[in-house]
């Protein structure tokens, strides 16, 4: 049996690859940006190794990949957004165990964050559509925070926002991006092998706990909730 880090009071959660799959709406917004442009295609596994520093990040790497022109970005963003606005719902699924394990965390009263560099914007109607809206007491998005993962900025706002020290706060992630962000503020760390992260395992970043399933969380943190002693 694991030792439990019993000052935990908030966990804080990727998107991409941590809750859920989004790869395949990515790729289809993708697919038909690149029509758009003239510009050949890409594939869900290429897709898959570049997901993790945003969109715009994300965009410059299929330009590159595909020989289009980095003068061609912003018309490749406006038609990205666009596409991916209308198929963002139906390319987006959650991954195995994610609800019922959200639930089990808000029943136990730990307060519940999200921190992604998704665009802001695309994530009201997201997590609406897929039941995710109720179980989170803060949403961070790009463009909510004045740094993107891997920079500590977002963990740092989280603390702010619940008042917390950072040994009372576990971020749970899939990419270097994430555990770096943690790490970088001195949170417990937990990385889940089954996401995105560049092609290369989680166990690579080091982070304090892996985990195979999103439900194995539970395994780490005690239910109830122990309450604070600070």
């Known amino acids: 049996m694991m030792n439990k880090p019993n000052d935990i009071q908030a966990i804080a959660f990727d998107l991409d690859g941590t809750l859920v799959d989004s790869v395949p709406g990515l ?5 038909r940006m690149l029509t758009d442009l003239s510009l050949p295609s890409v594939t869900c596994d290429q897709v898959k190794n570049w997901v993790g520093n945003g969109i715009d990040v994300m965009i410059q790497r299929i330009l590159k990949a595909v020989g289009g022109e980095q003068t061609q970005l912003s018309q490749a963003k406006s038609a990205f957004n666009h596409h991916y606005d209308q198929v963002i719902e139906e390319g987006t699924k959650l991954f195995h165990g994610v609800l019922s394990t959200l639930q089990t965390l808000k029943e136990n009263n730990y307060a519940i964050a999200l921190v992604t560099n998704k665009p802001r914007e695309f994530l009201p109607s997201l997590l609406k559509s897929l039941g ?8 961070l998005g790009g463009g909510d925070v004045i740094k ?6 977002p963990l740092y706002q989280v603390m702010a926002s619940f008042g917390l020290y950072n040994d009372q706060l576990l971020f749970v992630g899939d990419s270097k991006n994430d555990i770096t962000a943690a790490k970088n503020a001195q949170c417990i760390t937990v990385g889940l092998t089954y ?4 092609g290369e395992p989680i166990a690579n970043s080091h982070p304090d706990y892996v985990f195979d399933h999103f439900a194995d969380i539970l395994t780490l943190l005690p239910c109830p909730k122990i309450a604070p002693t600070k």
Do not use: S
């Open 27 to 31: 790729t289809l917004a993708a697919q």
């Open 132 to 139: 995710l809206a109720p179980f989170f007491d803060l949403v």
């Open 148 to 153: 993107l993962k891997p920079h500590p900025a």
């Open 195 to 198: 996401g995105y992260n560049y």
